[in-house]
């Protein structure tokens, strides 16, 4: 009889978990988004959220804000910043042949990738500081073998000087020297940002064991992998099979299907291309919830980050690296295979309707802005 009783008591709770469980679950998927809702505009929706520009950070809030890994020095002696930008866009560039004859080597082996500046070599190694539309970065060549190291520190808050006084390398850290600055909008000059200092004479420091750490070893640091959204605890993020730094869509598995395939065909055109496969520090990043627009298998290296800033790394949130985009996908009501998709670059918007025909995707241009 007492067994029984505990029998029943224990029944009973089981069955009261498992009914809990279920409405969890249930309130769960009530509340994650559908493929309809990522991917397809409803009725009333905008294609693209209006662009609402961020105040700039202070000095303080940029020094709060900063990587845990990166030390920031004042100095004493410094090359302001008016003179060191003056020398990047207009010494630089009337020499830049000249000035470039000295990063051959860099230009050969990480394929053009990168701007570079403040080269070092120290005995068989030699060194240099590479920036890309992602931001920048250690480059090193070691036994002819290139390897690249994201600083994670965001060119919307650190300029970092074209001209460096003392050694990049020194006691086992990376010291660069550089300003704190914001992003400034030029009027008459519609898309196009310049720099203006708000901390000048600044000595950056990092320890090399940290912005060289590699846990996976898959070829990517783990600072960049944090700072985009891969997994620096494996080399194979989206467990498809290839390795971060060989997969031109790493965060996502790649799907053939109908609309990856509209997504794809609408994908930035590069002229006279490189071989991408080659150029594995050379990234589109895209804004975008949508499971079709992930799936899509790229002729060159894209990656994704959350449209809710909530969802984004610390280094998307306060970094502009999004220069392309495309948007949901919108319905017509009357003809269920007609649908209207827009895609945006740095001075355009191109709206457009496509209709799956036999098989395959065709585009009519509809509209647009050019500015």
Not at 23 to 29: E, N
Not at 125 to 138: A, D, E, R
């Amino acid at each position: 009889m007492y067994f029984g009783s505990v029998f029943c008591i224990h029944m009973g709770n089981f069955l009261i978990m498992k009914f809990f469980y279920f409405l969890v679950f249930a309130f769960f998927l009530s509340c994650t988004k559908s493929v309809e809702d990522r991917c397809f505009i409803k009725d009333g929706d905008k294609y693209f959220e209006p662009y609402i520009e961020q105040k700039p950070f202070t000095v303080n809030q940029i020094i709060e804000n900063k990587p845990d890994y990166l030390e920031v020095i004042n100095l004493k002696k410094f090359r302001r910043f008016k003179q060191d930008s003056l020398y990047f866009h207009d010494s630089k560039w009337e020499n830049y042949e000249e000035i470039m004859k000295d990063y051959v080597i860099f230009k050969e082996k990480f394929s053009g990738q990168f701007m570079c500046f403040g080269r070092q070599t120290d005995g068989k190694i030699q060194y240099s500081l590479g920036k890309n539309n992602l931001g920048y970065w250690l480059l090193k060549i070691e036994n002819n073998q290139p390897s690249a190291y994201f600083l994670g520190l965001s060119f919307s808050h650190y300029y970092i000087n074209e001209i460096q006084s003392e050694p990049i390398i020194k006691d086992g850290f990376l010291q660069v020297e550089g300003s704190l600055v914001e992003i400034i909008k030029v009027a008459g000059l519609p898309g196009y940002d310049d720099y203006s200092a708000i901390g000048e004479g600044k000595l950056f420091k990092l320890n090399l064991k940290d912005l060289i750490k590699d846990s996976d070893n898959d070829g990517y640091n783990d600072i960049f992998e944090e700072s985009f959204g891969l997994n620096p605890k494996s080399k194979d993020s989206d467990g498809d099979k290839i390795n971060d730094f060989d997969d031109m869509n790493p965060m996502f598995k790649s799907e053939k299907n109908k609309f990856s395939e509209l997504y794809q065909k609408l994908l930035p055109d590069y002229a006279a291309a490189p071989d991408f496969k080659k150029m594995h520090y050379e990234f589109e990043v895209f804004e975008s919830e949508c499971d079709y627009f992930h799936q899509v298998n790229p002729d060159y290296r894209i990656l994704f980050a959350s449209e809710k800033e909530s969802e984004q790394t610390d280094y998307i949130k306060v970094t502009d690296v999004f220069h392309h985009g495309i948007s949901k996908i919108k319905r017509d009501e009357k003809y269920p295979e007609r649908f209207y998709i827009s895609k945006w670059g740095s001075s355009f918007v191109n709206d457009y309707a496509a209709e799956y025909k036999n098989g395959k995707w065709e585009l009519e241009m509809i509209g647009g802005t050019v500015s």
